[in-house]
């Protein structure tokens, strides 16, 4: 038996996530092969919880070195753009140190009064009542600023690195990029991030950015940020590469803000599908907190992480050969009736809720954890006080992606609380 929808058709999931597929599957054949057409060669999907749990935390077995999408990259496209979630121990353990200390919950703490002032500004400008496109006015409009903030981002690039990072993260959606992996020729991007000319531009911004901050420097300014600290960084003695300082330039600006943008349009229009548990939240402050991780849960911004296994070995009954692609669907885990009551129900109250949207048991447990989940119950909060309800204005247009669970538009009419 193997998937009766090819869960690598990305118009199939430009429509709905194929969750009755994956329920199937997780019934009946938890680790499930389907073929693809080449130079692509086929792939293992593993959609139970424990299982994605058991692959993730044993990366001698199933190694991220051969990136995290369905894309087969060379060994020299690798070196070219590999980033720390395509790195494995140790190598993966020494950049990860570079960060972690900026990434801990109480060094994130500390931007609580900003997330919350940037909110309110956002809310002020977004939120006039009646209808609006929530991802333009105002989901879009959070993360990148706080990433800009503790990054050390200039204001005036703010809009490129919006525009640049989506046709990254989006670069199988032809509304989005003019260059769609899958689709067109991409050979001659093929060591860029997400094998894009844009990955190039990313890249190319950062190096400005970070020339403005070693000038600045250099007059003796001081700065504390994120860039600044990737840059006295040192590896047995050595300062990062150019290599190294591009590559995690990229993966902080696609990684930190698409996914939390998603993560609140899918929030919001998950509670206009469900005005009970809006009207719940509103009324009990108390459950900010579960809100959080239910959204997260229920929104699952990146579907899955990849992995290629590195010896024969055998998980949820399928025999993986060696070389074999391994697609860990978080997005089917978080619905797993073994692990979660009532997995297709929203339940903002839902504890334990221990989801996969950040991963789970791995060393590439997401780094930005603590931020996001400020970020999206400040923004939760915030929009409690304010709006009454939410009503869905027209159809979300999803991104055509079987990567992110982004949203290209979310119409809606809100109705302001009194
Ligand atoms: C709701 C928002 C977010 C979601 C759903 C999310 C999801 C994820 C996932 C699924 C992974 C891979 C986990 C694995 O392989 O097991 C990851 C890794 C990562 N995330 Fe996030 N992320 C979010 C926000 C952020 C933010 C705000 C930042 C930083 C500013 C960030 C930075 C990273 C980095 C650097 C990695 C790679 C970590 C490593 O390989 O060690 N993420 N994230």
């Given at each position: ?47 139970r919880y424990a ?282 885990g978080n619905?797993d009736e073994a692990e979660f009551r009532?997995p ?10 221990r989801h996969l ?62």
């Amino acid at each position: 038996m193997t998937p009766r929808v090819d869960l690598a058709d990305l118009d199939l999931w430009a429509r709905g996530v194929p969750h009755a597929e994956f329920a199937r599957l997780r019934r009946y054949e938890p680790v499930a092969w389907s073929g693809e057409a080449p130079p692509n060669s086929g792939f293992w999907s593993v959609t139970r919880y424990a299982d994605i749990v058991a692959a993730s935390r044993d990366v001698a077995t199933f190694s991220s070195a051969r990136g995290v999408s369905f894309e087969e990259p060379t060994d020299a496209d690798m070196a070219a753009r590999r980033t720390i979630i395509d790195t494995d121990p140790p190598a993966h353990t020494t950049l990860r140190k570079i960060m972690s200390g900026s990434f801990t919950q109480r060094a994130v703490a500390v931007y609580e009064h900003f997330v919350a002032g940037l909110t309110e500004q956002v809310l002020d400008a977004g939120l006039t009542g009646g209808e609006l496109d929530f991802v333009d006015a105002v989901a879009k409009e959070v993360p990148i600023r706080v990433l800009a903030r503790i990054m050390g981002l200039p204001d005036a690039d703010l809009d490129q690195f919006i525009d640049l990072g989506d046709r990254l993260i989006a670069n199988t959606d032809p509304d989005i990029t003019d260059v769609v992996w899958g689709r067109d020729d991409t050979d001659a991007y093929r060591s860029y991030p997400f094998r894009s000319p844009y990955g190039k531009q990313l890249w190319d911004l950062g190096r400005e950015v970070i020339a403005g901050k070693l000038a600045a420097q250099a007059r003796g300014e001081h700065d504390d940020d994120l860039l600044a600290t990737l840059l006295r960084a040192e590896v047995d003695g050595d300062r990062l590469s150019q290599t190294d300082l591009d590559n995690f330039f990229s993966i902080l600006v696609v990684a930190g803000n698409e996914t939390t943008r998603i993560a609140i349009a899918q929030g919001v229009l998950a509670f206009c599908e469900h005005p009970g548990q809006w009207d719940r939240l509103r009324a009990d402050p108390g459950l900010l907190g579960p809100a959080t991780e239910e959204v997260l849960r229920w929104s699952c911004p990146t579907h899955f992480m990849r992995r290629t296994a590195t010896a024969d070995t055998e998980l949820g009954g399928a025999a993986i050969r060696a070389g074999d692609k391994v697609i860990l669907w978080y997005v089917s885990g978080n619905r797993d009736e073994a692990e979660f009551r009532d997995p297709g129900v929203f339940d903002i109250g839902r504890t334990p809720n221990r989801h996969l949207s950040f991963g789970r048991g791995g060393p590439h447990l997401c780094l930005g954890v603590h931020l996001a989940r400020l970020e999206v119950r400040v923004v939760l909060a915030a929009l409690a006080r304010r709006v009454a309800r939410f009503e869905l204005a027209g159809p979300p247009r999803r991104i055509r992606s079987n990567f992110t669970n982004g949203l290209k538009a979310l119409p809606v009419r809100v109705e302001l609380a009194r």
